[in-house]
């Protein structure tokens, strides 16, 4: 019963399919169709109308099974594709995530590269300052060695100078009694002294 419960909705078919080849026939020279040709024309569409029917009645299982595990085959595989798109979402998302925090340490590893450069500038100013300090006390301490030196070789070369001048004024001036009298003065002051 369930068979030609669905048999029904292919009838109106196959009665526009009868029609249309009685029409055909009908139209096919000669006059008119005769009550043979009639029956054959009905006995070929009830074959047909038969065929159809086994055919419905003997495949319905296995297209029917065959169908259900395609229809099942690709809800599977809608379902696997749903999976790998929300899994290609959730990668999407780490991605996003991963390439905001490396645009993150990005500006971090900047910020800290600078605070370092920052460092390291103080630190060349300060020892630059330091050595400037150092080459300046040292250059002062130059000068003055050098104003010493220069003063104690002045003195030296006034008093080598003095010493020629007055030995010249001496030679010019003393004679031979007043060398005799500067010597007994002397020896006498030591021989005081020397008591």
Known sequence: MRPARKLLPLLPALGIVALSAGTALASSGGG???DHQMWDFIYRIM?????VAVLVVVLRKPLKSGLSSRVDQIKSELEELEAKREQAR???ALMEQRLADAA????KILAEFRVMGEKEKAAIIAGAESTAQRIKEQASFTIEQETAQAKAELRRDVAEMSAALAEDLLK???NSEDQTRLVDEYLAKVSQEVQ
């Open 104 to 107: 993150g340490e990005h500006d």
């Open 90 to 92: 959730r990668d999407y």
């Open 172 to 174: 010019e001036k003393i």
């Open 32 to 34: 008119g169709i005769s």
């Open 47 to 51: 074959n047909f109308v038969v065929l």
